[in-house]
């Protein structure tokens, strides 16, 4: 997957501060004659980033990948190899991106799924869509899942559309408001259970007594007959 890994490897060159070694290319000029100590130094630190922004690359790829990659002389030149062999071309982009979006819009909650699996899972096709490329804003999902939940969270959506203004909702607060609903209900259901599990006990009690007395008769009735 080239566009997962481009982009955390950018991340990691960023943070490593190696990142202008590929986006820039620099070339790293001789020193002069008699150099500072200030111009020693640079032209150290420069040469060195783009080595170490290389060797990352190198370890960043599989052994079979490497092969391939092995003889280039720059961080750029293999940053872009790689980008030209894996990155999927703009057509077949749009393409995914076009049915990730179908796939999107489909969705709907499920009876016995839960508020954050649900939500996991828009987001998940959320992020797949932002890997290729493509704006994808928090509000939408939002609003998918505003409109598309199970009707068991009616009440949390009609206490938000009274106390906030959902044109500025995050996706967290509606995560977290349903969440809430979702374990209020869990336990009113536990109460439930809990407060029947009286009655069902002494209805077994009342029934065992009843087919004790029957086959107390039973026997009886055969003591009577012989």
């Not at 092995?70 to 894996?86: C, F, G, P, Q, V």
């Not at 199970?150 to 009440?155: Q, T």
């Amino acid at each position: 997957n080239y566009d997962l890994w481009a982009v955390k490897m950018e991340a990691y060159l960023e943070a490593l501060d190696l990142w202008e070694a590929i986006e820039e290319d620099y070339e790293v000029l001789p020193l002069p004659d008699n150099p500072t100590v200030a111009q020693i130094r640079s032209y150290e630190e420069r040469k060195i980033r783009k080595e170490k922004a290389k060797s990352c690359l190198f370890a960043g790829v599989s052994q079979t990948i490497f092969t391939r990659v092995m003889a280039l002389k720059t961080a750029k030149s293999i940053w872009d190899y790689l980008k030209e062999e894996y990155a999927r071309d703009e057509r077949i982009r749009s393409m995914q991106v076009l049915n990730l979006m179908r796939e999107f819009e489909l969705q709907r909650m499920k009876e016995f799924e839960t508020i954050k699996e649900y939500y996991d899972k828009l987001l998940g096709i959320a992020n797949k869509v932002r890997l290729l490329g493509s704006d994808f804003a928090d509000s939408r999902i939002v609003e998918k899942i505003l409109v598309t939940v199970s009707e068991r969270y009616k009440a949390s959506i009609a206490s938000l559309e009274n106390t906030k203004d959902l044109s500025k909702i995050t996706l967290a607060e509606v995560l977290h408001a349903l969440q809430a609903q979702e374990q209020r209900r869990l336990t009113r259901q536990n109460h439930v259970v809990e407060g029947a599990w009286p009655s069902i006990t002494k209805l077994n009690r009342a029934k065992r007594n009843i087919s004790r007395r029957i086959k107390h008769q039973a026997i009886k009735v055969q003591q009577a007959t012989k």
